[in-house]
Structures are given as C-alpha cells and as structure tokens.
Nanobody, 124 residues
C-alpha cells in the first residue's frame, strides 16, 4: 500500500514558475513508476509526465515539453513537478500517481495509487 500526498499548488500569474511535490509513504517508493496527471475544470483527467523508478527515464505530454520537469528523490520518497512558463491552460488539479512496475504508463487507469490532488491556478 502506498499513500501519496501532494503539496505546493497555488495561484500564480502567467509566465511564472511553481513546483508541486508528492510525498509517498512506505518503504517501496523506489519500486514504483510515478506519474503526474491533471484535471482541468470540466474536463477529464489527463497525463502530464511520468518517471522511471531510478529517475533516469522520463516522458511528457507534448503540451508541457520544455516547460515542465519531473524528478524524484528516492531517499526522500518524493516526486516533484517543476512547472515553468506557466499558462492559463495549465490551470487544473494536479495529481500524482504510483504503480509498482517498470513501464512508463500514460493512462490514469494503469496507476494503482493516487494522491488527493493540489490546485494550480494560472491567471492571465
């Protein structure tokens, strides 16, 4: 069982930066692929980024490539999402997710554990 808690959301202006974090409980964090997803108002949850167990491999959705960076610190049981050059269309609830696997999945249904989400709002 893995419990995830996201922090770091907030209200920022367009062009600003923000980092959201996700702290995981348990001693098996390093065996889990981690992902970030987001759910804009009135829309379905969508993939943002994923990172391999070691952190060596990452994958992003096209709309955030070059602006967002996913990273992890296995010693701290934490995964991060650094978001730069934020746009109003990045406004959403951001969720982290975990799966005990080696494949970098991009579909929400493929992840087993979820956090409660943190709101990110980007004003124009």
């Amino acid at each position: 069982q893995v419990q995830l808690v996201e922090t770091g959301g907030g209200l920022v202006q367009s062009g600003a930066s923000l980092r959201v974090s996700c702290a995981a409980s348990g001693r098996t964090f390093s065996t889990h692929v981690m992902g970030w997803f987001r759910q804009p108002p009135g829309k379905e949850r969508e993939f943002v980024a994923t990172i391999s167990r070691s952190g060596a491999n990452t994958h992003y959705t096209d709309s955030v490539k070059g602006r967002f960076t996913i990273s992890r610190d296995n010693a701290k049981n934490t995964v991060y999402l650094q978001m730069d050059s934020l746009k109003p269309e990045d406004t959403a609830v951001y969720y982290c997710a975990a799966r005990n696997d080696i494949v970098l999945y991009t579909t929400p249904s493929q992840y087993d554990y979820w956090g409660q989400g943190t709101q990110v709002t980007v004003s124009s």
